[in-house]
């Protein structure tokens, strides 16, 4: 008996590192296949991809003639962002693990373990700033004002709304930031949609370089060096 189960549990261990290697090599080949390779607009909008090592934010003007996001995403959800804060970062992730986790510190096994079953909620973070910076972790693209409509209602479409069609705050007490918010979202986080997954989406619903498919953000930094 003890013996047939150790065939049992080698012969399960086997499978399911061959899972993982499976996953973890198939996301790695389709993050370096490259959508969009050369994507030919004019460069009317400045945008920006910004990762803190780990998560990739979309950030775009918070005021354009196409969309003036602070009446979608008020500065009175923030501490103190104002008329002054000209751009707005926004990502796509788990709930639970946005609101629970606001430092690595907090990283708790069972919220990592919620968060790739997907079957919980998701949020968007919204983080208002003055100026942005380029360097290694933010990069600008240059993207038509046509295009620029794409990705509004590609991000837009990620909130969830309200009966009037408004998108609804989460009331909370973590802040990462003193001009960051965080909203409902649609879908659910999971080990084949991650934070890294929908700005990729994003970029691709505009016509930009994407990856095919990635759950990191260093396919879609390589895009950009």
């Excluded at 973890?24 to 370096?32: E, G, M, N």
């Excluded at 990069?139 to 069609?165: C, P, R, V, W």
């Amino acid at each position: 008996m003890n013996k047939r189960l150790l065939k049992y549990t080698g012969r399960f261990c086997i499978v399911f590192i061959t899972l993982i290697a499976v996953y973890f090599l198939t996301a790695f080949c389709c993050s370096r296949i490259t959508v969009n390779a050369n994507p030919a607009n004019p460069k009317e909008i400045a945008i920006y991809i910004m990762t803190n090592g780990i998560h990739t934010d979309i950030v775009v003007p918070a005021i354009t003639e196409q969309i003036n996001w602070t009446k979608e995403i008020s500065y009175q959800n923030t501490l103190e962002a104002d008329n002054t804060y000209q751009y707005l970062a926004i990502g796509w992730g788990d709930k639970r693990f946005y609101l629970e986790t606001p430092e690595f510190s907090d990283l708790k096994l069972s919220n990592g373990l919620r968060a790739i079953s997907g079957l919980s909620t998701s949020a968007m973070h919204t983080t208002y700033y003055k100026n942005i910076g380029q360097d290694a972790n933010c990069k600008k693209i240059m993207i038509s004002k046509a295009q620029y409509l794409l990705l509004i209602d590609y991000i837009l479409n990620s909130f969830t709304k309200d009966e009037i069609g408004q998108v609804v705050n989460i009331k909370s007490n973590i802040h990462y930031d003193i001009g960051d918010a965080f909203y409902e979202a649609k879908g659910s986080y999971s080990i084949f949609k991650t934070c890294n997954t929908w700005a990729n989406g994003a970029l691709k619903s505009c016509g930009q370089r994407s990856c095919l498919w990635t759950i990191f953000d260093t396919g879609i930094f390589l895009k950009y060096e």
